[in-house]
Nanobody, 125 residues
């Protein structure tokens, strides 16, 4: 069974940093793009950053480019999201998921169905 388990969320002051982890299982890690998304109540889930072995570089949404860094550890089947210079508008539940696609496709596809439980990030002003 394909699974994604997020961890690492918490409460941080504006300007601070957090690192999220996404532990993946149930598929061949190298064959999947994996990415991070977030959602706030009343808004659609948005793709933030995605990474795959087949793409030359990771995909970043405009809202996080330059502040967030995605990476993957093949030995641990884990994808990380390093979040720096956090802002109050980054407050959301963060999710990871993946699929056998390119990173840009994963991050912009609107009909993804497989999600973990999410991890809450709260940024205070």
């Amino acid at each position: 069974e394909v699974q994604f388990v997020e961890s690492g969320g918490g409460l941080v002051q504006a300007g601070g940093s957090l690192r999220l982890s996404c532990a993946a299982s149930g598929f061949t890690f190298e064959d999947y793009a994996i990415g991070w998304f977030r959602q706030v109540p009343g808004k659609e889930r948005e793709g933030l950053s995605c990474i795959s072995d087949s793409d030359g570089s990771p995909y970043y949404a405009d809202a996080v480019r330059g502040r967030f860094t995605i990476s993957r550890d093949k030995a641990k089947n884990t994808v990380y999201l390093q979040m720096d210079n956090l802002k109050p508008e980054d407050t959301a539940v963060y999710y990871c998921t993946g699929g056998p696609w390119t990173a840009p496709f994963l991050c912009t596809y609107r009909y993804l169905e497989r999600w973990g439980q999410g991890t809450l990030v709260t940024v205070s002003s």
